[in-house]
């Protein structure tokens, strides 16, 4: 069975640091091309980043520079290095796997999400 | 890159058919056969119900499909039930930009 399960979420001051990570079970982890995609509270989803299998990233104009996706293939984990941290980037985040070569995202399992609170 | 254009809510009675609207521009749905949707309930993960525009991933219900014209793709539920309620957002490839872009969002009442 396919599980991705979030943690690392907290309440963190503007200007903070936190890093998330995503462990990956029931699935050759290295063969997929991951994301996260966030969901302020109140509001809609928001992608944030990908990842390929061989860790080349993409990230959304919001977070670049800020942020950073990663990924251990040798434990079946992403993650998500946040720095900077901005009010606006308090929300729920989600892990997400993409169906290969799909075009586009399909994401196709996600996890129950880990939630990111800035404020001083 | 802004966020693809969706209608804030469509409802619907029981039995009856809706089509929301997803709304970008010539650089992302109407460049690439890259449209997925993806179905919200509230507290739960987000679930993938269209992808590629108009395929549908294992045990998604037929009831479920999807096209595109131009730079608006659409999802249809047929006859609707109660179990639909929920928020469906769709997105789309916008490289060499954004990459990935979301819609706004629509939320789905069954009356």
């Known amino acids: 069975e396919v599980q991705l399960v979030e943690s690392g979420g907290d309440l963190v001051q503007p200007g903070g640091s936190l890093r998330l990570s995503c462990a990956a079970s029931?699935?050759?982890?290295?063969?997929?091309?991951m994301n996260w995609v966030r969901q302020a509270p109140g509001k809609g989803l928001e992608w944030v980043s990908y990842?390929?299998?061989?860790?080349?990233?993409r990230y959304t104009d919001s977070v670049k520079g800020r942020f950073t996706i990663s990924r251990d293939n040798a434990k079946n984990s992403l993650f998500l290095q946040m720095n900077s941290l901005r009010a606006e980037d308090t929300a729920l985040y989600y892990c997400a796997r993409e169906i290969p070569n799909c075009v586009g995202d399909c994401l196709d399992y996600w996890g129950q999400g880990t939630l990111v609170t800035v404020s001083p | 890159q802004s966020a693809l254009t969706q209608p804030a809510s469509v409802s619907g009675s029981p039995g009856q058919s809706i089509t929301i609207s997803c709304t970008g521009t010539s650089g992302d749905v109407g460049s690439y056969d890259s449209v997925s949707w993806y179905q919200h309930h509230p507290g739960k993960a987000p679930k993938l119900i269209i992808y590629e525009v108009n395929k549908r991933p294992s045990g998604v219900s037929d009831r479920l499909s999807g096209s595109k014209s131009g730079n608006t793709a659409s999802l249809t539920i047929s006859g609707l039930r109660a179990e639909d309620e929920a928020d469906y957002y769709c997105s789309s490839y916008a490289v060499p930009t954004i990459f990935y872009v979301l819609g706004t969002g629509t939320k789905v009442t069954v009356l």
């Open positions: 029931g699935f050759t982890f290295s063969s997929f091309e």
């Open positions: 990842i390929t299998g061989d860790s080349i990233a």
